[in-house]
């Protein structure tokens, strides 16, 4: 993974400014010996080498290569269940803490530590 606006100056470091289409919609993909073909909404076709999926959180490329992975019953199993995602904030306070047994208080700025269980998918932050 890789934060979008990094990729996009890596991507626009790299390919010239002639080779870049914006505004258009993923419809298809083809891929075979030759490379890669992508078919959008307008009714254009682009043929490449490689194919970046670099179209955001609801990815058509991604969708595309799902549906096309599980037709050739190539996509994980855990791969077709979503994604679930969840939190728990656990927040205190204390009186001040002694530096000589709490050592990280010594500094004049906040540390913030996380721990993650290994057995189970809880974590302490």
């Known amino acids: 993974m ?3 606006p990094d990729l996009y100056n890596v991507l626009l470091s790299r390919v010239p400014a002639e080779k870049i289409s ?16 992508i078919h959008t909404s307008d009714g ?12 955001g959180a609801y990815s058509a490329v991604r969708d ?11 996509l994980p199993i855990t791969d077709k269940t979503g994604l679930t995602a969840g939190n728990v904030c656990i927040a205190g306070t204390t009186r ?4 000589t047994k709490f ?6 700025h906040t540390r913030f ?3 993650v269980g290994r057995r189970n998918a809880h974590s302490v932050s």
């Open 44 to 55: 254009g076709a682009y043929h490449g080498d490689i194919l970046v999926g670099a179209d």
């Open 96 to 99: 001040p803490l002694d530096p």
């Open 22 to 37: 914006l505004n258009k919609k993923v419809v298809d993909i083809e891929q075979n010996e030759q490379g890669v073909t």
């Open 2 to 4: 890789l934060h979008r």
């Open 64 to 74: 595309k290569l799902f549906e096309q992975m599980d037709k050739e019953k190539k």
């Open 113 to 115: 530590m996380n721990f």
């Open 103 to 108: 050592p990280i208080v010594k500094g004049d």
